[in-house]
């Protein structure tokens, strides 16, 4: 009897353990590549593709269309981001979050694999909707959809070492997520085996051991509200390790590692709802006591059983599941194949049908336990339902609609590989549809073009294949003449060479270049694409017109890549043509990346050609027309496309998205023609509809110029394999892009596994990938380009002299090429490439109004104005000459001007023609005479004695009838001369005192107008005011005709000269006094123009207004022709050189005062253009402008054919060296004074370009006249010109190593008196070429916060080679990448975590359109603010009590391209400090509305950080990061001087402490950080806190407690610390990554890099109060606080 006890209790006992024992491996849900799921890819942080859902999921109240499963344990219902963002973080969430495990897993190296899979199984939805019941036994569910998701053995991320190795604790679990149209539910499983790691440790946790326990759980993300975000609801299964540990022991199910949730519904939804069954430790009910529940045979609901497979019980129909088999579809079928959904040879999937209902009401228990099935469907639909589920059809809509076209199913058909030439067959005659263009040119349709044929083309009659006439439509070329490459070679691309053939001629690009010869691009450069799109697009009966908006594209050509984006589209249009991808397909199909024996478009059609496309959608038969015209390439060599739309598109509701799948498309090539025909499919996802597809047709011929002279072969057959199509339009921005990657190939064949054409190699952008046996490739910089193929840089051919430009030209640089246009004056002749003169006259393009004529010059013209005119104030417009201000006329004359000419008329009582006027007879009376108010107005006023002239002053005489006496003396000087009649002295008449006078009866000749030699003379003021003579001043003499005297003499200064008929001083003429009078009777040469020797000589100020000559003005001398003496001496210097025939001095010749005069009698060489040393000798100025010579300066030697010679020498310093021909110094070969001089005789090596290296080491080694900049630092290059990779500064003595490009690699550096670093180790992150740019200056500033060694989940900013930002940035080796601006900013809208990343051209990005923001202040409301930094801007933060007003938050100043760091605010002046990164700059702007921003220092920072401002000393102090060092200086930046400059390695934040005077700082050295403290004037520098510190960023001080606090971002804690070491305190110990802190109020406020924000945190509760998330994400950096009043 005991024994049988015994042995009852034993069974008893066995029977208890079994049933408390967890789930098996085996008994979760099935899952692997055999169950149908996806892999997702190997790595620490990865997300699936969007898995989209046919039917909306609801997650707590919210519904949504798409899941994605990421590698950190965790589901989410949108794209997730970076996960530093979330995966140390605790709940909630910024986004929705379904965790079964979330922690940092890593699955590279083979570290197990996740499996995923969206499932309609039956089998499994059955399975789903037996433990719902049992876990909710009240609820009544049927799933229609279920997401599997399995993690595998995966391992947490750790950080392998040598003395480590990787870990062996891996984790398997699993979550399914089950749906209905009401209801959402969520399975977590973990088998019994599973769970082997509780936690992970952060990446950043550095010298801290830390291991954060992984969350369990539900989040719904944050709420968004109108004008604000806030956190959302969620739910925690675990709170420490001891409750993840009892994930697989225990569940809420009745089941030990399985744990059911009610995570949403449709209605009404709060928060997640966990089953009721089991608690704690739940046990199954005995076995044979369960309930009746079950709704499929063989699943039990107590106990698993020991293998589970998922077979169809015998009561079902053979349904084929579509979890398990991938069955091959054709692409279109037939609509007698749809059969509502059923594939040939496939039962219909009945959602709802079969023998057991998919529910979990107990209703059903009774039919299912008894196995009868419900009454059986017929053909067209599911069996009937009970009232509550009625029956459904399957709705049409989830059906591809098919084209009413009969033979679309044979276009469509994939092409068997072995009938490749045969894959679209047609008959000996067939009919070739060609859209109609104009004869011999690519043009849009007009309105005269022939009526188009039914289907929109015309139609050409073909007999057979190889002999496609044309001339009926196409392009016809006219044969009358010959054309030859002599006649017509400017027709080529400059970058081709012309082939004549016996019928004409052809163009071919050359080696190093593509296209069709009229137009050749640079092998394997990207390439953009420039253009606009209008026309009128009917969107369901709403027609929207498109005027002119901008279209950009941008071809990666290394791996067919083509991105193009359409600007200013408006809605619907824009969510309307997204699937009209075809427009962009164009520039894929263009740049594809070609395949053995193929070649892709540009290579036959070149930049000129028109596409005609007809896009037919079904089901709707929506026509668009598409005509896309290209018009060559630009000056910048970039295509230029004009794209018309004509038509009706199927509409497409706002939010919703696109799917388009990979294809094929077949071309058809023909000469001057290239057609093909295909059909496409593509789904709309909206909320409204669901996920549905539809297809469309497209027809597209691309005419172009073909040259039919050159071996042609027949027609072609290429296929083109686009491999990801990307859609998407952007509300915000009113943007539509497109993303296609494409290879173009024969048909049929298989692609290439080689990394060139698989596009998985790594060459640049700008370089061609070169393929070899297998996986061997070889990367090449593209023609233009230079580097190892990996790193490329542009070539500037114009300064490096390959440039093909003549003269008159001027060469201009573009990436991978360079043009020539011509100079202002010329354009190019009948060749195309020859410069020559516009005649601006006749071509009508002179500047030259009215009243003037043109006159040609050479690249000039001038205006000259008519007789009658002269030149106005603009000296352009010519206007009126007023002649009669020069009183042409009798003096009783009256003259009338008129427009070029003028009129005498004699006045009343007078006759005469106005030049002559004699009085009439009988008037008693008469006016008063010139001579008579000459007289009058010069006699003063009147005295007691009668009228007195003024004493001095010279009184005309008159005669009786008031006319001039003929002589007049002055009474004053004695002077006496004759007069004209209207009393102007006759030339040659003058005589001194106490001479006779002149004879003044003989006749006068006829009057005659005044001559330009008496004008000159009449000008000079020979008197002055009072009348007196003025002596000094050169009258010029006149002849009796008045014609300048070829003798002139200076009555002063005794120099006399001859003059020319104008009065210009003949060259050579000039005599001083004592030396005798030039003979001028020798006869004057032909006129001539002024040479350049009299131009500079006449322009040269030799006399001063006095009169007197002006000393030290050196004046070349002419020969008799104008032309420059050979022999040119400085009279003040006495300086005597040669000059040749344009006046510049010939090399060598000078010589100084007191030797002998040079030999300039050797016969000049024919004159030859001015060497590049001859300019170079000629710009250096070496004269001051008084004439005396310039110490210091270096000026290059010259030998006798202007080249440079071998050995120079600095006059001044004393310094030697061997140049090259273009005057370069070659490297090693400099000697100091006192040493040997180099010898320079040595053969140089083939000549080369002068690398970056020799660039910058000349340009700092010529800067001063002593060859050196004083402490600059100056690279070394190797033999080749290369930076040597140590680098050493010769003052400092820090030495680092840099790359190949001399950019320095993080963490190198090591200072004076240590050992040198080690420069043989690979470099980590390669740095940009050049510093300078913000992106380069960001991407640093990244790579030293990262210490140097950024991994893969770290983002890094991607710039090009410019130092520009790509338009597209992505998360380190992740697939999460967004669209930014040129200044870095990202697009809204574009983020995107799939495998095609999106497609971002940085020309069309909305910001760049606008108008950059003014860099002036936004003051922030009244009242307390924060702050803080970021990036480009300073944002401002009202502060209501302590907590954050993010409501009325601002942007307080708008800064360009600036990377603003260090922060802080003079509370006196209420002004703003910061420090610029990217600038290298202080700053500072006052609080004022409309303030601009004042740059206080801009010389000597490399990398400005930590800011403070002391306000009671009116002083700043700064960090630099780089030279590691702390500075100071006043307030407006004078006073400047260096604290401390040793014993630091990264010093980071800085504060003062005004109160006392203190100054402190962090330097986050990982191998020892510190914190430490010092006076402000630099004294008592000691340590504060060394130990158990990691990543000290930030830094403030608590005024209560007067102790010094700072943010660590290595321990993750905020601790505080009396300033003499003592009440060491930690505040907090479970922050993210905080950068800056400042103290107000009781709270600390931190820029965390982890949220992207601001987090406010008690001093007193330790607990966060507050959080703000600017909306535009990205880092912050400092931060500071802007009171009204100083505290």
Known sequence: MAMGKLTIFLLQLSWTVHLVTAIQRKDIFPYGTLSGDLTLQEGDDETSKVLALKRPLYFYESQFNELYVATNGIISAQDLPMEKQYVDDGFPTDFPVIAPFLADIDTSKGNGAIYYRVTESPTLLNRVAQEVHRGFPGGHFTPTHAVIATWENVAAYEEVTRATGPSDRLNTFQAVVAYDENDSYALFLYPEDGLHFFGTRPKESYNVEIELPARVGFSRGEVSFIFSRMEGPYYSVTSNEQSLKNLYQVGNTGVPGVWLFHIGNRYSFENVVPAAVGGALATPPPRGQEGDDSTTAGYSEVEYPETFEEEPDEDYPPIADPDFQSPTIPEFLQPSHLDHGALPGQARLQPYGGDHPLTSDPQYREHDNHGKPPPASGPSGPGEFPAKYPAQEPEPRNQPHQPPLEDMKQQQQLQPQAQAPQVVPRPEQTVLEVFPINRGESSPHRESDPPLAPHGGHFVSVVEEEDVDFDTGVIQYSTETKETCARFQQQCSQNADCTDYSSGFCCHCRSGFYGNGRHCLPDGAPHRVNGKVSGTVIVGSTPVDLNSVDLHAYIVVSDGRAYTAISEVPEPVGWALMPVAPIGELFGWLFALELPN?????????AEF????????????????????????????????DTRLHGDVPFIAPGATVQMEPYKETYQYYPSVVRSTSVREFTVVSAERGSETFTFQLHQNITYHDCRYGLRAGPETLQL????????????????????TNKISPVGEPIQVNPCYSGTHDCDTTAQCLPGEGQQYQCQCATGYMGDGRNCYDVDECVEGLSLCGAHAQCVNLPGSHRCQCQSGYKFGFDGRTCIDVDECVEGIGL????????????????QCQSGYEFGFDGRTCIDLDECRSQPCHPQATCSNTLGSFQCQCQYDFQGDGFQCVPSNGHPERPKTQCEQHRDSLQGGLSPRGPRPAPGAFVPQCDEQGQYRALQCHGSTGHCWCVDSRGQERAGTRTLPRTPPTNCDRPDHTERPKTQCEHHRDSVQTTGPEGYSIVEGFLPQCDEQGQYRALQCHSSTGHCWCVDNRGQERAGTRKPPGTGQPNCDEPDLPERAKTHCEQHKDSVQTISPEGYPIPGVFVPECDEQGQYRALQCHGSTGHCWCVDSRGQERAGTRKGPGTSQPNCDEPDRPERPKTHCEQHKDSVQTTSPEGYPILGVFVPECDEHGQYRALQCHSSTGHCWCV????????????????SQPNCDEPDHPEKPKTHCEHQRDSLQTTSPEGNVDGAFVPQCDEQGQYRALQCHGVTGHCWCVDSRGQERAGTRKPHGTLQPNCDEPAVVPPTQRPGTVCERWRASLVDHYGGLPGPHHYLPQCDPQGQFNPIQCYGDSSYCWCVDRDGREVAGTRSHDVVKPACVPTVAPPTMHPLPRPDVTPPPSGTS????????????????????????????????????????????????WTDLAGRTINRARLEPGAEPETLINTGLTSPEGLAVDVVRRAMFWVDSTPDKIERANLDGSGRQTLFDTDMVNPRAIIVDSSTGTLYWTDWNREAPKIERSSVDGHSRKVLVKDGIGLPNALTFDTATRQVCWADAGTKRLECIASDGTGRRVIHSNLNYPFSMVFYANHFYFTDWRRDGVIALSRDSSQFTDEYLPDQRSHLYGVTIATTHCL
């Open 1220 to 1235: 090259d021909s273009r005057g370069q110094e070659r490297a090693g070969t400099r000697k100091g004074p006192g040493t």
């Open 598 to 606: 193929s070649q892709a478009g540009f290579k036959i059609t070149g």
């Open 610 to 641: 028109t596409r005609h496309a007809e896009v037919t959608f079904y089901p709707g038969n929506q026509r668009l027309s598409i005509v896309q015209t290209a018009q060559g390439l630009d000056s910048e060599n970039h295509l230029s496309v």
């Open 848 to 863: 030259c109004g009215a009243n003037a004529h043109c006159v040609n010059l050479p690249g000039s013209h001038r205006c």
């Open 721 to 740: 394999t686009t491999e990801r199509v990307f859609v998407m339009y952007v509300k915000d921005e009113n943007i539509l892009r497109y993303a296609i």
């Open 1426 to 1473: 924060l702050l803080y930094a970021q990036g480009q801007q300073i944002g401002a933060l009202p502060l209501n009590g302590t907590l954050m007003d993010s409501e009325r938050s601002s942007t307080l100043l708008a800064l360009h391209g600036s990377i603003v760091v260090g922060i802080d605010y003079d509370c006196r002046e209420k002004k703003v400090y």
